[in-house]
């Protein structure tokens, strides 16, 4: 019964910024990592960046600095800030939960995603 809504996504220009936000509802046995991927036209979903439950980051090659993670300690809420974005940065953005729902059923929950769009 988790489900995960995102929000902030939108249209910038170069060099713009963005903040998105993933709220949680529902609870989980456990949750061993909360995260960003993205999904561009014709392309694989990629990892942005994720908090394991330690509170370990772990940022995808291409942000190069100018993302950053955060969220609360119970994660019921992840936000990603975005900094000088580029075009190459278009895609869905989708807000990941990865845990157990019981002692021994793992889930793996995804938001509907939210646009983001970044112009010349």
């Known amino acids: 019964q988790v489900q995960l809504v995102e929000s902030g996504g939108g249209l910038v220009h170069t060099g713009g910024s963005l903040r998105l936000s993933c709220t949680r509802s529902?609870?989980?046995?456990?949750?061993?990592?909360m995260g960003w991927y993205r999904q561009a036209p014709g392309k694989e979903r990629e990892l942005v960046a994720a908090?394991?439950?330690?509170?370990?980051?772990d940022y995808g090659d291409f942000v190069k600095g100018r993302f950053t993670v955060s969220g609360d300690s119970a994660k019921y809420n992840l936000y990603l800030q975005m900094n000088n974005l580029k075009p190459e940065d278009t895609a869905v953005y989708y807000c990941?939960?990865?845990?157990?729902?019981?002692?021994?059923?793992?889930?793996?929950?995804w938001g509907q995603g939210t646009q983001v769009i970044v112009i010349s």
């Open positions: 990941n939960l990865l845990g157990y729902i019981n002692a021994v059923d793992v889930g793996d929950y």
């Open positions: 529902g609870s989980m046995f456990t949750i061993n990592r």
């Open positions: 908090v394991g439950s330690g509170g370990n980051t």
